[in-house]
């Protein structure tokens, strides 16, 4: 039957706002940290000991956790990398409500993502100027859980997680930064430093030009399915960090760092593939930049390591991240139009968008430490640690493109000292990651499709999630 002109108006008009929808829901899903799609903090040595590495940095690790630190490490470089295996499972629940008013909840095969090993580095090199003064420089590169999934069951059925996930190929971020560190008098380190991240962000996701009311065809149905690749960039957002060392006796130190929130303000360029209905022919995306805007959290951490005998360091640190800074997404096209509809306007302005994110702010309880030994004539430490940590998305917004849980990571780490200079790390790390369950008719995202009609709510986050990881990692430091 064919569709009427009043009908494809409508469907224009919703077609202008899930390009633009889906291109700012394309930048969701890579951005988050420890609370939020990173499943641990960085680097070998210190996440040895769980991250529990803000009184105690005292090599190039400091730059992250705590830069006063770097009053400890001299003169020297670091190098390490690390992969994070992320093994997630969901099983989607999909709550329908028919013409009828009948509600019935569908349950979708379950889906297993798979990562690709990716080691992820930290570089760094620092000079001491005398024995107060050392300044660094270094890249680092944060430790997100990515993985990819089917994008058809074994049935040839379209993914059922299609509409929250997508491929980010082409991605290449980093955080370059350069640090200062002081020791005014021999109890007290001071230190701070300057970064930005920087790179270009890609993406692609699945969007639906089906209104939910059913006008054209059901809520997702394949022949309304589209897909946008979004490339993010040039990323430039700064941002800094700072710390303070107090050590009022060799058995303990107490640390305090924080780091300023980074605001993502960039020019983003979308390609859009149309759905391949009938009422879609002959349609066109006219334009492709837009300005896409979000922010990134601060963090603060505390600690105190004490050292009761010779050889031994223990630290129990807090890290709060907050996440409630993270309140929407919002992207602002630059005259894109959709064009060339039959029976409709000529060209249809897409509007600016705001997408809820509702994050929380997330605390990361840690207790780690290390004992150094003789082994084959050369001084060998072990370390270990545990750490808890809540999450940062609140359960109805839980998706595969905003996947946090509640969870505890158990690490242990090891270091070989050859020599006075060199020393190789090694760390091995399980993330025990609670489940959780977003029932359907709690589930708040909905599909990328924001013209809702007469319809309620179909949300495509309800289901079940549970994930492990296993953090792998090796490093050196040569300290001159």
């Known amino acids: 039957m064919p569709v009427m002109p ?37 680097g070998v040595r210190p996440m040895g000991r769980a991250g529990a590495f803000v009184a105690g940095a005292d090599d190039l690790g400091a730059i992250w956790y705590n830069p006063a630190g770097l009053t400890d490490a001299g003169t020297a470089v670091l190098f390490d990398a690390s992969w994070l295996r992320f093994v997630p499972k969901y099983t989607r629940e999909l709550r329908i409500v028919d013409a009828g008013g009948t509600v019935r909840n569908v349950t979708s095969p379950t889906l297993q993502g798979s990562s690709q090993i990716i080691p992820i580095p930290t570089i760094a090199a620092s000079i001491a100027l005398g024995h107060d003064v050392t300044i660094a420089a270094g890249v680092i590169a944060p430790y997100v859980a990515l993985a990819s999934y089917p994008e058809r069951l074994t049935n040839g059925e379209p993914s059922p997680a299609r509409y929250t996930l997508g491929s980010f190929d082409g991605s290449l971020l980093a955080i370059p930064g350069v640090w200062v560190a002081w020791r005014p008098i021999p109890q007290l380190r001071i230190g701070g430093g300057v970064q930005a991240l920087v790179g270009v962000f890609q993406t692609t996701i699945t969007f639906s030009v089906s209104p939910q009311d059913r006008l054209l065809g059901a809520p997702e149905q394949p022949e309304f399915d589209a897909q946008s690749q979004m490339r993010v960039g040039p990323i430039f957002a700064p941002t800094a960090n700072g710390g303070i060392i107090y050590e009022p006796d060799p058995h303990v130190r107490f640390g305090l760092s924080g780091q300023l929130p980074m605001v993502v303000n960039a020019d983003a360029h979308l390609k859009v593939r ?8 002959g349609a066109k995306v006219n334009g492709d930049s837009a300005r896409v805007r979000f922010v990134l959290p601060g963090v603060l951490r505390a600690g105190v390591e004490i050292r009761p005998i010779d050889h031994l360091r ?38 600016n968008i705001v997408i809820p994110r509702n994050f929380k702010d997330s605390d990361s309880f840690r207790l780690g430490g290390e004992y150094t030994l003789d082994a084959w004539g050369h001084p060998f430490d072990v370390r270990a640690g545990i750490a808890y940590e809540t999450s940062a998305v609140p359960a109805s917004y839980l998706s595969l493109s905003s996947l946090d849980y509640a969870k505890i990571n158990a690490m242990v780490g090891a270091s070989i000292h050859l020599g006075d200079h060199l020393r190789l790390d090694g760390v091995y790390g399980h993330t025990f990651a609670r489940e959780a369950h977003v029932s359907a008719g709690d589930a708040q995202i909905p599909r990328i499709n924001p013209l809702k009609g007469n319809a309620p709510l179909e949300a495509v986050n309800g289901g079940t999630y549970s994930a492990s990881a296993d953090l792998i990692g090796l490093g050196l430091n040569y300290k001159f």
């Open 6 to 42: 009043a009908k494809l108006s409508k469907l224009v008009k919703l077609a202008a706002s899930a390009l633009t929808a889906a291109a700012v829901h394309s930048v969701c899903m890579h951005e988050a940290q420890a609370g939020g799609m990173y499943f641990s903090d960085r």
């Open 274 to 281: 149309l759905a391949s209905d009938v009422a879609l022919d």
């Open 314 to 351: 223990v630290e129990l640190a807090w890290v709060h991240e907050f996440w409630s800074a993270h309140d929407t997404i919002d992207a602002r096209p630059n005259g894109i139009t959709l064009d060339n509809i039959t029976g409709a306007p000529r060209s249809v302005l897409m509007p």
